[in-house]
Every structure is written in C-alpha cells, then in structure tokens.
C-alpha cells in the first residue's frame, strides 16, 4: 500500500527544482508583469480616448445647453485661442453644460466644457477668452495624465498592454475614470495651477483679449465664495485666489502683455442671462456626486469601478488628500425625479455639499455640433 507514495517521492526526488515548483515561478513571473503607468508613453490617440471617455461622463453628469448659437459662440473664442496655443492641431471640442454650477473643466485630448452658470457670471469675451485659456493649456500641457502618471495611481498587467506597446480598452477606461476624478474636483498642482494661468493669459493676450480677463473672473469667484465653508467650483485648488491674481498680474507686467480688447458688446448679445447665486443652486443629494468619503481603496478592479452605477460618495474637503478610487463606476445613472436626486442648500458649503461642483444637471445629454469654417472664423477675429 506505501509502494506509490514512496514511488511518487523518488518522482519528485529525481524532477528538476524548477519543475517541482513551476507553478510558484509562473506566480512570481506573473507578479513581476505588473507595471507602473509611468512606465508607459500614452499616445496622443490614446490621450484623445481617454478625454472622450471623460468628456462623456461629465455630460452625462450635467447635461448639454441646447442653444447652438451658444455653442457656436463659445467654439469661436475657443477656437482661436487655441490656433495660437502649442497644440492647434487637436481636434478642439466646446461643450456648455447645462447646470447653473459655476465651473469648467478640461478633458484631456482637446475637451472643454464650461457651464451655463459660468457664462452668466462672466460679463465680456476677455474674461471668457481667460477661463478658456486656462482649460485649454491644461489639455496642451497634459496636466491630469501626467499627474496619473507621476503618481503610479494606476497599476496594470502585461497583458493590458497590446502587441504594439500600446493601452488596451480596459486600461484606457480604467485610466479614464481616474482622470474624471481629477477633473471633477479641480484637483490640479500649484504648479500646473501657476502654469495654466500664465500661459492661458499669454494664449488670451495673444489674439488681442486683455489679458486682465481672467483675474477679473477669480476675484468675482473669490466674491461668490467669501462665505463659503470649503474651497467651491472652478479653481478650487491651491493656491489661493488672491495667490494666483497676484500672480497673474506680475505675470501681465514682466511679459509686457499689453491687449486691450474686452469685446462686452457681443458676449451680452449672446450670453443675455445672470449666474444664480450660491445659495439658489440646486445640489445633488450629499454625497451623490465626488470622492468616496474615507474611502482608501487601490485595488482597480474592484467591482464597485467595473460596473456603471452610480452609487452615491460623500465628497471629502478639497483641502484633504482624498483617495482617487471612490468616483470610478460609482456615477448613479439618470432614473427618478429631480426632486428626489436634488435639494436646494441655504449656503455654500452646507452639509458638506459644494454647491458649483454639485449642481444639478440637465437631462439633455446631446452634444450639440456646430459647424465653423476658416471664413467664419477670420471673419470673428476682426470683433477682437
């Protein structure tokens, strides 16, 4: 009875180390195939899908304003700004989001979406061209990929990886939804912050815009948020507003930026409403919109990032390291009355809710396309 046992340990006896123990070495093998994003260079294709990826997800989240006049409108300012930036060639796409939240926010691979509420705080083109601006050198510097990158926030397998060298689907929508994390809360570098600025007021400057634009628009957010109990909405990231305007003014004096244009008469013709104030916009219920609170997960293919629900996350102060998992696949899809995905906060800041990042959203998700040609857009120039 003991004869096969102790046949099968001469067996083993007389196998090789390393076939004994292959399947730990494939184990091990396996476990030395997970790489850093850092270690990956991300094509500008590959960029594009990923912004595409992010892009959807932000007007599913807010919807898209059905006006193509306005469209068209933003586009244009958008558009020559970016002829003169160091990526003309992307193909650049304006979306107005359909909420009175006062924000932007710039989707990598050429997306900018700014929103109703946005265009009714701003009173003239320069100091559209300024947020503009600064959205667009986010996407030509490729702030948030980049900040991914750095950080090795995303981890992957051999196998995400193609026969080319290039990100697989899985990875691009994996990447993607960490990116929209980012975008979402404005969770930019001071760095990045310092350099959008900058270059945006130059790329403003550039087309004849007065550069001032854009510092006009951060104090009229520093007056909209005096009483707000965190940081609110666009440019909610460090540094502080008075930091960046200080900044920016310096920046206009040593660079010699001169343009004096403001081109009021034609952005009130087009843009011919108010941006409500913080204390009448409507909010998502708390948590239904942001960052997991305490949330600390890593692990990527947790179920709660594969699927598309949209389960609630309480959103964390924007002063505090937050975890970059709590958002992927956890957006609630559109089902239900407004009344019972919304409420109205009495201030900024209430119940922990920021009320220009957490407005409500309208329930148009068309993108509206506008067509303009090289004529149309030469003929623009000349209101500058």
């Not at 100091?127 to 980049?146: C, D, P, R, S, Y």
């Not at 013709?269 to 409507?282: G, L, Y």
Request: net charge neutral; charged share 25%; aromatic share 4%.
């Amino acid at each position: 009875m003991r004869r096969p046992a102790f046949a099968l340990a001469l067996l083993m006896l007389a196998t090789p180390s390393y076939a004994q123990f292959g399947a730990l070495n494939k184990a091990l093998e396996k476990a030395q195939k997970i790489q850093k994003l850092s270690d990956l260079k991300i094509s500008d294709q590959e960029e594009r899908e990923t912004g595409q990826q992010v892009s959807d997800r932000i007007v599913n989240e807010f919807g898209v304003y059905q006006d193509a006049g306005v469209t068209k409108y933003v586009s244009l300012v958008g558009i020559v700004l970016a002829q003169v930036s160091s990526r003309p060639d992307l193909d650049w796409q304006f979306v107005v989001l359909d909420t009175d939240g006062v924000n932007a926010f710039a989707a990598p691979g050429g997306f900018v979406h700014i929103t109703r509420g946005l265009l009714g705080l701003i009173k003239n083109e320069a100091e559209l061209a300024g947020v503009l601006g600064h959205e667009i050198v986010h996407i030509t510097e490729k702030h948030t990929v980049n900040a991914i990158q750095k950080s090795d926030s995303v981890k992957f397998a051999s196998d995400e990886v193609s026969a080319a060298g290039g990100m697989t689907q899985s990875l691009v929508t994996r990447l993607a939804g960490r990116v929209y994390d980012d975008v979402l809360n404005n969770k930019f570098s001071r760095d990045d912050e310092k350099e959008s600025d900058e270059k945006g007021v130059e790329l403003a400057n550039r087309v004849g815009y007065a550069p001032a634009g854009l510092t006009s628009v951060l104090a009229k957010l520093a007056d909209r948020n005096k009483d707000a109990k965190e940081p609110n909405g666009l440019f909610a990231s460090h540094p502080l507003i008075k930091e960046r305007i200080a900044n920016i003014q310096k920046t206009i004096r040593d660079r010699r930026l001169t343009a004096t244009a403001l081109v009021e008469a034609r952005y009130t013709e087009m843009v011919a409403w108010d941006a409500a104030p913080v204390s009448a916009v409507a909010t998502v219920a708390p948590g239904a919109r942001g960052l997991a609170g305490g949330d600390e997960k890593t692990d990527d293919k947790s179920e709660d990032k594969k699927d598309g629900d949209k389960e609630a996350a309480k959103p964390e102060p924007a002063s505090k390291p937050s975890s970059l998992g709590g958002v992927l696949g956890r957006l609630r899809p559109g089902g239900g009355t407004q009344a019972q995905q919304t409420q109205t906060v009495a201030s900024a800041g209430a119940r922990g809710v920021n009320p220009d990042r957490d407005a409500v959203g309208g329930p148009n998700r068309t993108r509206v396309s506008v067509k303009i040609g090289p004529d149309e857009i030469a003929e623009f120039k000349k209101g500058i």
